[in-house]
């Protein structure tokens, strides 16, 4: 998860009838708002908001398409370990495998087997609707099957129109949507247990269910990238407004809206935005318009429930959005796949790595009994300015989990935030590099988190820099 720019509230406050936070008054259709709080009635207006509710559905099937080319869908994509090359995954994380599908449930549901596990080790299957909601969450903390089932945990994923007999063996996890996205993760604890984790990522099975039945057990794909010509983004951003609302009307038919989306479906209506609709009440113009509208509205949302303790961005509303458009539409433009706050919490903080020629160094202090409360395990990823992985020749992206950190006689954890090599001022296992200049960020993933850091009550220290 990352959190976006707190310098426009352009996006702030509820919009009654729709849904949408208010994305402030049209400056070029001079229509304010209704005369008791309503949103605006004009076509560029109406259309600017369909843009941030849709551009979520448009975003899932461009990734769809784009990796879909290279694993059909219905079969398991086997991520390698993420390193500082990978350039097609924005804030990657390198505590675990990456075991990736994309379901199509429109024929027949689908299987999915997760094998058993050696000892603790820790692993999530996240499940996606075509909206981004994080439907089902199984996890090695809360596998979610039916009562005496054990290990390996079997489900079988139905989609909206499924209503035909299931096999008593499975666990049924019910699809809003027909599109579904499972990003399953398995924990790698560092690269000598990379073999053990990889041959475990390789038996989580996907089959359509009738090939289950059959007993077909496809092995996984091996995808070391996932790389894309033009990433998923930079697509949806190329879209004139007739493309970009063709597509959003086409992409509700097999995959519709939420019974609570109804309020916000009648406006958008008003100007051929619908399942299936031909885009008949708004000019050309006013479409490319609300394009370029929604694309600077986006990434300026503040997210109202988010906090910021000692410089960090900490969300804990994220994964599953209802009828609040604009945060489900920021955390896909700046973070896709976000998970549920019980699963995983990521306070994250930028700073300045320095000028060139002239490095800046960090201290993160974790004084004695507050080290990140957790379940499973913790870690502290360094990345660039354009949220990829810091390049650096010790090849240290994490700190925390792969590589423990050492704490001092007291308890207490320092870690060293910095470019060059402590050289002893704190432990080797305590460095994590940064860039020598310009901008840096940092997450800190708590893998389900105890009550603290849900609750507020604990909080990051204070990124301090010492030189």
């Avoid at 560029?44 to 975003?59: E, Q």
């Avoid at 398995?186 to 059959?214: F, G, N, T």
């Avoid at 609570?260 to 399942?275: H, K, M, Y």
């Avoid at 503040?302 to 604009?326: F, H, K, Q, S, V």
């Amino acid at each position: 998860m990352t959190q976006v720019s707190r310098r426009s509230v352009l996006l702030a406050g509820a919009v009654a009838g729709t849904g949408l936070a208010a994305c402030g008054k049209s400056t070029e259709s001079g229509d304010g708002g209704g005369p008791h709080g309503e949103p605006p009635g004009d076509a560029r207006s109406i259309a600017t908001d369909a843009y941030i509710f849709g551009y979520p559905l448009v975003l899932i099937d461009v990734t769809l398409q784009t990796n879909t080319a290279a694993v059909p869908a219905n079969r398991i994509a086997a991520l390698g370990p993420i390193d500082s090359t990978m350039n097609s995954v924005v804030m990657p994380n390198v505590d675990t495998l990456y075991a990736s599908a994309w379901l199509d449930l429109r024929a027949e549901p689908v299987v999915l087997q997760v094998p058993e596990m050696d000892g603790d080790r820790y692993w999530l299957m996240q499940i996606m609707d075509a909206w981004t909601n994080t439907t089902h969450n199984p996890s090695s903390v809360a596998p979610q099957v039916k009562d005496g089932h054990t290990a390996p945990y079997t489900y079988v994923i139905t989609g909206p129109d499924w209503s035909g007999p299931l096999p008593d063996n499975l666990t049924p996890l019910a699809m809003p949507t027909a599109t579904a996205w499972l990003i399953g993760r398995v924990e790698l604890r560092d690269q000598a247990d990379l073999a053990a984790a990889e041959a475990l990522q390789h038996q989580v099975y996907i089959a359509p269910l009738s090939a289950w039945q059959r007993g077909e057990r496809p092995t996984p794909e091996i995808d070391p990238n996932m790389v894309a010509p033009i990433s998923a983004p930079q697509q949806v951003a190329r879209m004139d407004g007739h493309t970009f609302f063709t597509r959003l009307c086409d992409l509700m038919r097999t995959n519709p809206p939420a019974a609570a989306d109804a309020p916000a479906l009648r406006r958008f209506s008003t100007i051929g935005i619908r399942p299936g609709g031909a885009l008949d009440g708004a000019p050309a113009a006013d479409l490319d318009a609300a394009v370029a509208a929604g694309q600077l509205q986006i990434p300026d949302y503040a997210n109202p429930e988010a906090r910021r303790e000692n410089g960090w961005d900490i969300a804990t509303n994220l994964g599953t959005y209802g009828t609040d458009y604009a945060l489900r539409a920021s955390t896909a433009w700046t973070a896709l796949g976000a998970n549920l706050p019980k699963d995983v919490v990521y306070p994250e903080i930028s700073a300045n790595a320095g000028e060139q020629g002239t490095p800046h160094r960090y201290r993160l202090y974790f004084p004695a009994g507050q080290s990140p409360p957790v379940r499973a395990f913790w870690s502290l990823t360094a990345y660039t300015a354009q949220r990829f992985l810091v390049p650096n020749a010790a090849g240290i992206y994490s700190v925390g989990h792969q590589r423990p950190v050492v704490p001092l006689p007291d308890g207490a954890l320092e870690l060293a935030i910095q470019a060059e090599d402590p050289r002893g001022e704190v432990p080797y296992g305590n460095w994590l590099p940064i860039p020598e200049s310009g901008t840096f960020r940092l997450a800190l993933r708590l893998y389900v988190p105890e009550g603290g850091a849900l609750d507020g009550s604990w909080t990051p220290p204070s990124l301090t820099r010492v030189g």
